[in-house]
């Protein structure tokens, strides 16, 4: 499969770690994660609300949760967490294809929804897929998703297909 990229890298994001405060008010650190936080992660996608579930993802249930971090939390994909008060409240993946490219998922618990968090976590990982050497990284979204939509377009995603009833969009790094 050939997957359509713009031309030019986008500029540097910034690399985790690091605070922010969203628009709420609450201070958000932003961290890679890896394995280790796997305990913490869990936690956040079982308080996950399944009306924002996207895709079919996150699962649902919990041993298809587990089953699901198995592959996202891999040495080979990177992953950033946002944590407020010491609780993991969105996180965000680049997993890798068979073409080298990276798939991008985010996920932001509701009550966090709307506040920036979502924005910064993009960028954070962004940023860490940069410092790795990554250089392609695509995703797709329901085309009715329009906080998505805005978010991925903020940050620099393009769109390179609109055909179904998915959104796709790429960045190059």
Do not use: C
Not at 70 to 95: C, F, K, M, R, Y
């Amino acid at each position: 499969m050939t997957r359509e990229y713009p031309d030019e890298p986008a500029d540097d994001f910034p690399r985790p770690p690091w605070t922010v405060t969203d628009r709420e008010g609450r201070e958000v650190e932003l961290a890679a994660a890896d394995a280790a936080d796997r305990e913490s992660v869990l936690e956040m996608y079982l308080s996950f609300d399944p009306a924002d579930r996207a895709q079919g993802i996150p699962p649902a249930r919990e041993a298809a949760i587990d089953d699901w971090l198995d592959t996202i939390l891999s040495e080979e994909t990177l992953n950033v967490v946002a944590v407020h008060q010491g609780s993991v409240v969105g996180h965000a993946t680049l997993v890798p294809d068979r073409h080298g490219e990276h798939e991008l998922a985010i996920f932001v618990l509701q009550a966090f929804q709307g506040a920036g968090i979502g924005t910064h976590l993009v960028e954070a990982l962004l940023g860490l897929g940069q410092s790795r050497g990554l250089e392609k990284v695509w995703l797709t979204v329901e085309r009715w998703n329009d906080p998505a939509v805005a978010l991925y377009k903020k940050v620099g995603f393009e769109t390179t297909s609109a055909e179904s009833f998915e959104i796709e969009m790429s960045i190059r790094l």
